[in-house]
């Protein structure tokens, strides 16, 4: 048991936090101790960054109040006690107040960390249009005359709008300062921080609220977060501000690439602090992914180079703290949110579709060959078949589809896959491929034709690929398409025939789909009778069918099939998690793992995609790290050569693709041995102590 492991900081998360302070008007005493408290609680809450709004010592709405020589020399005092307070607080907090350097005042920001000021940041665009005046009181960066200054009793402190904080400790954790205007301007000092290689970006505002601001700013902060590849921490004046002229409402949040991850209460009266837990890795890969990034970093790289590094060390939390600020799908590939579900699901069905009609209308050919096992995959890309059809405005009667029996088909399987083509008006067949399959087995002098029970791989791939065979020579024979039915899951785990099997075919229209999608797209159909509601009816009772190739006789007098898919393979809600963090942000094992037990640990926490209770799985750690395994042998160490020459197949979600000539290209023989150490540290067993808030 390793208790490490269960520690966000250990897998390039940080957590941080965003304080909108109770404040009084030119009262920097009492600022000061709200500002405190927070800090106290983000503490114990194990962030180690916290934000707070522009000029929260004193308070953004000082007016003229500003040029007193008694506010200022308060708001120093403030600092102070910030400082004092921050010397028991593993805690770096960037507070807002006025300085005066060089007989010039400064809307700053000021960066502290164990009673020590790391640096000072001033603002560097001072808006002077509709009710703000802020040149009547401050300068902007560009007037500073000095790049360290003295403060608080603190010699040599970087001063300037050009720094980047980051911590020798976690190379990751890099930080730039901005106030409130400076995201309002056509380039916001922060893209080029960010192509200075700032991953977190901070913004203390005042912002007064006006009808509809909320919705600009939340356009303002998502859109850079995800253009800058970072998080964005933004924090705005709450309620305390003066309402001579204007009202607050303390809007504070957290963006991570575009995403949302916390947001305060508006209009909320007193203090409050929000909470969200932030992964570098994901901007760090996202970034080395992106190369326009790294070409922007060429472009402007006579301004980065204005950016002066600030490093520091920082003290970590140690103990075991999973997220709880963030939740991770259990299904990434499928949205809980029902609304936004259904209309990825719309999405989804409709590419394939799309990508069907084009294929053929290129070739010319007006005929779809398909072979229906009344399995998950074979049903969805027969309706996809039959949506195309309607499209092309072609009789459903083109699709030719063909259910063939062999050693272990189950009774129940064989009647879903009749009932489906007949319900969907294709032209249905049935073929007994057991007969060929046995002339096969007798020209290899194979020890089931001599009657002894050897079902090996042999056993196995005879009969998926007759299935195949008969397939393309029934398309040459009446001129049709031979569409594919193997799915995304199946190919990363490499659970497919290879050649003449089901890992080939005309087009392979699964391919980028993987099987947690495709029960829920066959779901959504059927819940909202896309095709019809006897077609509904079908899928549903296919849905209900547990996951099998049927190539193993049973002991049974039903001949039910012995194999069990996930048995061999792992649960594919497991393995659809793995794959995809894998294949979209190249995550070591440990931290998939750590994402993993923070998802599947409890059934009974988070949120589920329209799942019913009793199905609804949860796996301990030792689970996750036994399937894990299974993944990253077949993924990275047996499968890829089967990856390297797939059919043609329509890209459909974001990382939802292996095709070797667009997303995924890798040798098909690499060792797995680097992914199965880091594997191999994963802990067995988690604490019994549950401290993980």
């Avoid at 075991?320 to 809980?336: E, G, S």
């Avoid at 024979?477 to 785990?493: K, M, N, P, R, W």
Wanted: charged share 20%; proline share 5%; hydrophobic share 40%.
């Amino acid at each position: 048991m390793n208790p490490e492991f269960f520690n966000l900081y250990r897998h390039g998360f940080v957590r941080v936090a965003v304080g909108v302070p109770d404040v009084r008007v030119a009262d920097p005493v009492f600022n000061a101790s709200a500002t405190i408290a927070l800090m106290t609680q983000a503490v114990e809450q194990h962030a180690i960054l916290a934000l707070f709004p522009e000029l929260g010592l004193t308070a953004y709405s000082c007016e003229d109040l500003f040029h007193q020589q008694t506010l200022l020399a308060g708001a120093l005092e403030a600092l102070s006690r910030v400082l004092e307070a921050s010397e028991q607080l593993e805690l770096i907090t960037v507070v807002g107040l006025p300085v005066q350097v060089n007989h010039l005042l400064f809307n700053c920001a000021a960066i502290v960390y164990r009673g020590r000021i790391l640096g000072v940041v001033p603002k560097t665009f001072l808006p002077n249009y509709r009710e703000f005046y802020e040149l009547r009181q401050f300068a902007p960066a560009t007037a500073a005359g000095c790049d360290i200054i003295t403060l608080c009793g603190q010699s040599a402190i970087p001063f300037g709008e050009k720094l980047v904080f980051l911590a020798k400790n976690q190379p990751h954790f890099r930080f730039f300062t901005e106030i409130c205007e400076d995201l309002w301007v056509p380039v916001p000092p922060s893209s080029h921080a960010a192509l200075a290689g700032a991953t977190l970006l901070l913004n203390l505002s005042a912002s007064n609220v006006t009808i509809g601001k909320q919705e600009y700013r939340h356009s303002l902060v998502a859109n850079q977060s995800a253009h800058c590849l970072a998080a964005y921490l933004y924090t705005a004046a709450g309620t305390g501000e003066s309402t001579t002229d204007l009202a607050w409402d303390g809007h504070a949040m957290v963006y991570e690439n575009g995403a949302l991850l916390a947001e305060s209460s508006r209009f909320h009266d007193g203090s409050q602090l929000i909470f969200a837990d932030v992964d570098l890795d994901h901007l760090v890969q996202e970034r080395m992914r992106q190369n326009s990034f790294g070409q922007s970093v060429q472009y402007y790289r006579e301004e980065i180079r204005q950016f002066r590094e600030i490093p520091f060390v920082i003290t970590l939390p140690t103990t075991a703290r999973l997220l709880c600020q963030r939740q991770y799908d259990r299904f990434p590939y499928v949205p809980a949110d029902p609304a936004t579900r259904d209309s990825r699901c719309f999405e989804a069905y409709h590419i394939q579709v799309q990508g069907l009609v084009k294929r053929l209308k290129h070739t010319g050919i007006q005929k779809i060959v398909i072979g229906v096992s009344g399995g998950l995959d074979s049903t969805h890309a027969l309706i996809v078949a039959a949506r195309a059809m309607d499209v092309m405005h072609f009789p459903r009667t083109n699709i030719l589809a063909y259910t063939m029996p062999g050693f272990a088909t189950s009774e129940h399987t064989l009647a879903n896959a009749t009932a489906l083509m007949q319900v969907l008006g294709c032209t249905a067949h049935q073929i007994d491929i057991r007969p060929s399959c046995e002339q096969m087995l007798r020209d290899l002098d194979h020890p089931f034709i001599h009657g002894e029970p050897v079902y090996d791989v042999t056993f196995e791939n005879v009969q998926a690929g007759e299935r195949t065979n008969h397939l393309f020579r029934l398309a040459n024979y009446h001129h049709g398409l031979v569409l594919g039915t193997g799915d995304l899951s199946e190919l990363a785990l490499g659970w497919c025939t290879y050649g003449v099997g089901d890992h080939m075919s005309h087009y392979a229209i699964n391919a980028s789909v993987p099987k947690t999608l495709i029960q829920f797209l066959i779901r959504w159909i059927a819940e909202t009778d896309q095709l019809g509601h006897k077609v509904s009816l079908v899928l549903r009772a296919i849905l209900d069918t547990e996951i099998s190739p049927e190539l193993v006789p049973g002991k049974t007098e039903s001949n039910q099939p012995a194999q069990r898919t996930e048995a061999i393979i792992g649960p594919y809600e497991l393995q659809d998690f793995n794959l995809y963090y894998t294949t979209r942000f190249g995550y070591l094992p440990s931290k998939i793992a750590f994402l993993a037990y923070c998802s599947w640990r409890d059934r009974t926490q988070g949120r589920w995609p329209g799942i019913p209770e009793y199905r609804r799985n949860q796996y301990n750690i030792g689970e996750i790290k036994q399937w894990l395994h299974v993944f990253a042998y077949r993924f990275f160490q047996i499968s890829q050569f089967k990856r390297s020459c797939i059919p043609n197949a329509p890209k459909v979600g974001s990382g939802g693709s292996l095709s070797p000539r667009g997303d995924y290209r890798a040798p098909s023989d690499s060792e797995a041995t680097l992914w199965l150490d880091n594997i191999a540290q994963i802990p067995d067993a988690a604490p019994e102590n549950n401290l993980f808030k």
